[in-house]
């Protein structure tokens, strides 16, 4: 390994942020952003197949047994992020990319063999391991690599990319989970072969990508992140066909840090940056608790109050999806243009200003499972942009050293304290029967999304434009300006 002197000078986050959008940059998004396909399609086919597992004849799955699949997966998600996360900052985001993406493909593919509650279980825990870890160094690898006046609607848009998994999800359970398509208890294994599939593939197409600079610079390793720079400039001349821009400002220096101790995280998160870790948690924890309290168990919803067969959960997926998606896709480039705090605190209120009005139109019958979706669709156009966002104000707010487990640390807290219950949560509401009850939890999740608006509006990070550098130092960086029109900050 090539080992910089203790103290360097050097210019390639200026470098990365003044590029163009190219070949190399569509390369990122689409090899690492898979993530986040993967997830929405395993979401979405355990969400799909509710029905499926509690009429299979081996299985018999009641309720709460479902509602108990979705929090294995989202504690295993959690533990994963944790453990990868730590990996990513100490070992570096590529090698993690091939480790977490394996462990994704294996377990999933396990999960097809299932026999009983607790092996389905024991798969989904450590297929949401691998997809927690996918989160953790894959979004630190994302913001490391994409230019600073891209990077709101790169974030927005590959974060919404969840939601063509579930659309692919919707649309495999419409194929193969009808009566008569496969045998009984074969079409739900079928469709996990699915996710393992993409993952074998995606795995194949990472070799191209090289280790983030950002991350070798910070370790010493400048002369092999000078490498790496080069050859990412010559591939975005090659593919626009002139000179790239002299970067602007001054050079970074810094000292040569090869591994960032505990010491370091909690100082960082609990007294340099101890109100974005607050505004993080308070993002992080309202956007679980919404999505996987509803989403969890939308099919629950559609077949005990509205008759939805499971065969036919697919369809109603399909519209959900696209509202999913459609939202950071079309409000992200106002996260760059607009700003940060405006963009975020009004997706938070507007998802649980909605949600008031959607649940009480739930509760007084006037919905049919055609509205509902189509409500759902509406909110969701919000709530996914809002979702989005907690992932981007994690991975550009904390120094790079520490990112990786920094995003780890935060999913893993406000999943478990959003998301880990919420599926049981709402299962038992929902297997109550009561709409009263519903009511109630679809009201505690609006109250924390329009908390979190209000934390936002307070304490929000106007990070839009500027770089990683200069919205959080690295802990190595020697005091000098990063950038004179975007002097370093150390606050809030």
Same mark, same amino acid.
């Given at each position: 390994m090539n080992r910089s002197p203790e103290t360097v000078e050097t210019a390639i986050p200026a470098r990365l942020d003044r590029l163009p959008w190219s070949r190399f940059h569509w390369l990122v998004v689409s090899t690492l952003g898979i993530t986040w396909i993967l997830d929405g399609l395993e979401v979405t086919v355990v969400g799909s197949i509710a029905g499926a597992l509690e009429e299979s004849p081996l299985l018999r799955f009641t309720d709460r047994e479902v509602g108990g699949i979705g929090s294995a997966y989202i504690l295993g998600a959690v533990l994963g992020a944790l453990l990868f996360g730590f990996l990513?900052?100490?070992l570096g985001r590529r090698k993690l990319f091939y480790v977490t993406l394996g462990v994704y493909?294996?377990?999933?593919?396990?999960?097809a063999f299932a026999w009983d509650f607790w092996s389905f279980a024991a798969f989904r825990f450590i297929t949401g391991a691998g997809i927690g870890g996918e989160y953790a160094a894959i979004n630190s690898a994302i913001q490391e690599f994409i230019p600073a006046r891209y990077r709101g609607r790169t974030d927005l848009a590959i974060n919404g990319s969840f939601w063509v998994g579930a659309a692919l999800g919707a649309t495999a359970?419409?194929?193969?989970?009808?009566?008569g398509v496969l045998p009984p208890d074969i079409g739900w294994r079928a469709l996990f072969a699915i996710g393992a599939l993409l993952g074998l593939v995606i795995l194949l197409l990472r070799r191209f990508l090289p280790e983030s600079p950002r991350w070798l610079m910070i370790h010493g390793r400048l002369i092999e992140a000078e490498?790496?720079?080069?050859?990412?400039?010559?591939?975005?001349?090659?593919? &626009?066909?002139? %000179?790239?821009?002299?970067?602007?400002?001054?050079?970074?220096?810094?000292? !040569?840090? &090869?591994?960032? +101790?505990?010491?370091?995280?909690?100082h960082t998160l609990f007294v340099r940056y101890r109100a974005r870790t607050a505004l993080g948690l308070s993002l992080m924890t309202a956007q679980a608790f919404f999505y996987? !309290?509803?989403?969890?168990?939308? %099919?629950?919803?559609?077949?005990?109050?509205?008759?939805?067969?499971?065969?036919?959960?697919?369809?109603?997926?399909?519209? *959900?999806?696209?509202?999913?998606?459609?939202?950071?896709?079309?409000? /992200?480039?106002?996260?760059?243009?607009? /700003?940060?705090?405006?963009m975020i605190a009004g997706t938070?209120?507007? +998802?649980?200003?909605?949600?008031?009005g959607v649940g009480a139109l739930f509760r007084l019958g006037l919905l049919d499972a055609a509205s509902q979706t189509l409500?759902?669709?509406?909110? *969701?156009?919000? !709530?996914?942009?809002?979702?989005? +966002?907690?992932?981007?104000?994690?991975?550009?707010?904390?120094?790079?050293?520490?990112?990786?487990?920094?995003?780890a640390i935060f999913y893993a807290l406000g999943t478990a304290l959003?998301?880990?219950?919420?599926?049981?949560? *709402?299962?038992?509401?929902?297997?109550?029967?009561?709409?009263?009850?519903?009511?109630?939890?679809?009201?505690?999740?609006?109250?924390?999304?329009?908390?979190?608006?209000?934390?936002?509006?307070?304490?929000?990070?106007?990070?839009?434009?500027r770089s990683l550098e200069a919205v959080a130092p690295p802990l190595a960086a020697v005091p000098c300006p990063v950038d004179r029109a975007n002097p370093p900050d150390s606050g809030p």
């Open positions: 990513a900052d100490r493909s294996v377990a999933t593919f396990a999960t359970t419409i194929v193969l989970l009808p009566s490498l790496v720079v080069e050859g990412i400039e010559r591939q975005v001349i090659a593919s &626009h066909g002139r %000179a790239l821009p002299e970067p602007q400002g001054p050079k970074m220096r810094l000292r !040569a840090r &090869h591994k960032s +101790s505990l010491a370091d995280l909690l996987n !309290a509803i989403f969890f168990t939308y %099919a629950l919803v559609l077949a005990k109050f509205y008759g939805v067969a499971s065969g036919d959960v697919g369809w109603y997926i399909l519209p *959900f999806a696209f509202g999913n998606f459609m939202g950071p896709l079309v409000l /992200g480039r106002f996260f760059d243009t607009v /700003g940060r705090k405006p938070y209120a507007l +998802s649980g200003i909605l949600l008031v409500a759902w669709s509406v909110i *969701f156009f919000f !709530a996914s942009a809002a979702a989005s +966002s907690a992932y981007l104000t994690i991975s550009e707010s904390f120094p790079l050293e520490i990112r990786a487990m920094a995003i959003g998301g880990v219950a919420a599926p049981w949560f *709402f299962a038992r509401l929902i297997e109550s029967g009561e709409r009263d009850d519903i009511l109630a939890g679809y009201l505690i999740a609006a109250a924390l999304m329009v908390a979190a608006a209000a934390v936002e509006l307070l304490i929000g990070v106007p990070a839009e434009g």
